[in-house]
């Protein structure tokens, strides 16, 4: 069993940065580790993931060039560098683990955090 604890999250104004942090404890092995998030009243979706073996990343075409993930495999943590904030980032975001491969598919993903909130000002 994987536990999954965010923190990071926070207010800020548009165009300021926030970096999320994804604790894992448990049995860490995962093949993929991802960040997903939700806003009110729509579908939970995939922001970035990466291969925990070889590093290789994934990002939805909304967040490219402003966010970035990464991990420290030695603390057990994924990070989310979430930079060029927009109003329209304002969301719960999940981090998430698999033993499947890497896809920003919700359904991949069996393990899940609680969330951590993150709202962005106009």
């Known amino acids: 069993q994987v536990q999954l604890v965010e923190s990071g999250g926070g207010s800020v104004q548009a165009g300021g940065s926030l970096r999320l942090s994804c604790a894992a404890s448990g049995y860490t092995y995962s093949n993929c580790m991802g960040w997903f998030r939700q806003a009110p009243g729509k579908e939970r979706e995939g922001v970035a993931a990466?291969?925990?073996?070889?590093?290789?990343?994934y990002y939805a075409d909304s967040v490219k060039g402003r966010f970035t993930i990464s991990q420290d495999n030695a603390k057990n943590t994924v990070y989310l560098q979430m930079n060029s904030l927009k109003p329209e980032d304002t969301a719960m975001y999940y981090c998430a683990a698999t033993v499947l491969s890497c896809r920003l598919s919700k359904d991949r993903f069996g393990y899940w955090g609680q969330g951590t909130q993150v709202t962005v000002s106009s």
């Open positions: 990466i291969y925990t073996g070889g590093g290789i990343t």
